[in-house]
C-alpha cells in the first residue's frame, strides 16, 4: 500500500479531490467559501497535472537548477508532500467553511503560484512565455483575486485574519519545500543560494 501511494501519490490526490467535488455536488446547498474552494480544488488538479505531465517538465526544471538527478520514482513520490499541502488546504475550508479564515492560506496559494510561475520565466530562461504549471497558476491568481474582492466587499474578515491566512501559507508551504529538498538530498538552506546562482545565469 505504501510503495502504491509512493509512486500514484499524484493520482491518489486526483481521486480524493475528485470525490470532494463530486460529494460536494451530490450534497448541494454549498456556502460562496465552499464554492470558492471547490473551485481551487478542481484548478490545482489540473496545475499539477500540468506541472507534472501535460505539458509536464517543472521538476525537470528543478533538478537542473540543482544539479541532481531526479528519477520517475523520485519525481513521483515528491508529489505526496504536495498532495498532502493541498489536501489540507482545500479540505479544511470545505469542512469548516463557516470559519472564512480557513480559506486564506488556499488563497494565498493560489495567488503566490501566479508570481512564482511568472517568476520562473526569467528563472529557467524559458525559450517561450511559459513555464509549467503557468496557465492554471495564473487562473488560480484571479480566482483569489475575485475571493478577496468578495471577502472585503462584505467585511467578512479583518486585516489581523489575512495577515494569519498569509503566514499559515507560507510557513506550511516553506515545509513541504523543505520536505521534497530532503528527499532529494540537498538542504534546504542551500536552496536560496541555488536560486542567486540560477538568476546569475547569463
Known amino acids: 500500500m505504501i510503495k502504491f501511494v509512493k509512486f500514484y501519490a499524484l493520482e491518489v490526490y486526483t481521486v480524493i479531490s475528485m470525490l470532494a467535488l463530486v460529494i460536494s455536488g451530490i450534497v448541494g446547498d454549498l456556502s460562496v467559501i465552499q464554492k470558492f474552494v471547490l473551485v481551487y480544488i478542481f484548478l490545482f488538479v489540473l496545475h499539477e497535472w500540468e506541472e507534472m505531465k501535460y505539458p509536464g517538465g517543472f521538476a525537470d526544471m528543478i533538478a537542473k537548477m540543482i544539479k541532481v538527478d531526479i528519477d520517475e520514482k523520485m519525481k513521483r513520490q515528491s508529489r505526496i508532500p504536495t498532495s498532502i ?51 492554471t497558476a495564473e487562473i488560480q491568481a484571479i480566482v483569489t483575486i475575485v475571493l478577496f474582492s468578495y471577502l472585503i466587499k462584505n467585511n467578512i474578515l479583518s486585516g489581523i485574519d489575512y495577515l494569519i491566512g498569509a503566514l499559515i501559507m507560507c510557513a506550511c508551504f516553506v515545509l513541504m519545500q523543505k520536505t521534497i529538498t530532503q528527499m532529494v538530498g540537498i538542504k534546504y538552506s542551500d536552496l536560496p543560494k541555488m536560486l542567486k546562482k540560477q538568476l546569475a545565469k547569463k
Open 85 to 135: 499541502l493541498l489536501l489540507t488546504f482545500t479540505l479544511i475550508p470545505l469542512f469548516f467553511h463557516q470559519y472564512p479564515i480557513t480559506v486564506l492560506p488556499l488563497a494565498f496559494l493560489g495567488l503566490f503560484e501566479g508570481f512564482v510561475h511568472i517568476f520562473a520565466i526569467r528563472l529557467f530562461r524559458c525559450q517561450k512565455f511559459y513555464s509549467p504549471g503557468l496557465v
